[in-house]
């Protein structure tokens, strides 16, 4: 089994910065795609940002704004979020692929840290 822990999310004013963070433990042969996604009430869950072997990729409505990066020794993801906007208001979701035995990966979501821009 893996478990991904999250944390960094906390209330923010408009135009401010937050990091979150995202350690992987467990049985862990390796991991593939490293994940952010995140969900604001009423709405789909959706893709912020992912790194696959040192290639990063971001929703358009990050750009510019967003950096996720990522710590292989530690099994770790960050993303780094400045210039908030009250509509990054969300619950924030790690999402991990994970190999356990050779060729077989598999998929874990961690529990989701609360991210609030408000003033």
């Known amino acids: 089994q893996v478990e991904l822990a999250e944390s960094g999310g906390g209330l923010v004013q408009p135009g401010g910065s937050l990091t979150l963070s995202c350690a992987a433990s467990g049985s862990i042969l390796s991991i593939n795609a490293m994940e952010w996604y995140r969900q604001a009430p009423g709405k789909q869950r959706e893709l912020v940002a992912r790194?696959?072997?040192?290639?990063?990729n971001y929703a358009d409505f990050v750009k510019g704004r967003f950096t996720i990066s990522r710590d292989n020794a530690k099994n770790t993801v960050y993303l780094q979020m400045s210039v908030l906007k009250p509509e990054d208001t969300a619950v924030y979701y790690c999402?991990?692929?994970?190999?356990?035995?050779?060729?077989?990966?598999?998929?874990?979501w961690g529990q989701g840290t609360q991210v609030t821009v408000s003033s």
């Open positions: 999402h991990a692929l994970v190999i356990q035995t050779p060729g077989k990966e598999y998929s874990y």
């Open positions: 790194i696959v072997s040192g290639i990063r």
